[in-house]
């Protein structure tokens, strides 16, 4: 989605909610939720983020975004119980990284 690389969140969101349900790619339903969370969206960018999950279960983007998500909605257990870990990561280091440390068990997050 071009219109989020280009930072126009709320734009793509727009384009994004005229593709039928159940038809977006997970690339598209990936860059919907980090954009929807970029605005505060939590709901709407955890929505976008599972439908990813659930179409390609090995979306690495989608996981760890997802745990972001549900952290930032303070649902701790889902996040540390709900979304598989990925084994490795690749793309963005730092935000994996940050992720993994949310979900650990001992993490203060998790013991809210």
């Known amino acids: 989605m071009i219109l989020t690389w280009a930072e126009r969140h709320r734009e793509a969101l727009e384009v994004f909610d005229t593709i039928p349900a159940g038809r977006a790619p997970g690339y598209a339903l990936d860059a919907a939720g980090r954009a929807a969370r970029i ?3 939590l709901p709407r960018a955890d929505r976008y ?8 279960p ?3 983007t989608a996981r760890v ?3 972001l ?3 930032d909605l303070q649902r701790f257990e889902e996040t540390a119980t709900g979304v598989p870990i990925p084994t490795r990561m690749s793309g963005d280091n730092a935000t994996s990284s940050f992720a993994r440390v949310l ?10």
């Open 39 to 41: 605005l505060g969206d």
């Open 49 to 56: 983020l599972a439908e990813a999950m659930e179409q390609s």
């Open 58 to 60: 090995g979306d690495r």
């Open 65 to 67: 975004l997802r745990i």
């Open 69 to 71: 998500v549900l952290t």
């Open 103 to 112: 979900i650990r068990p001992n993490s203060p997050l998790a013991q809210r």
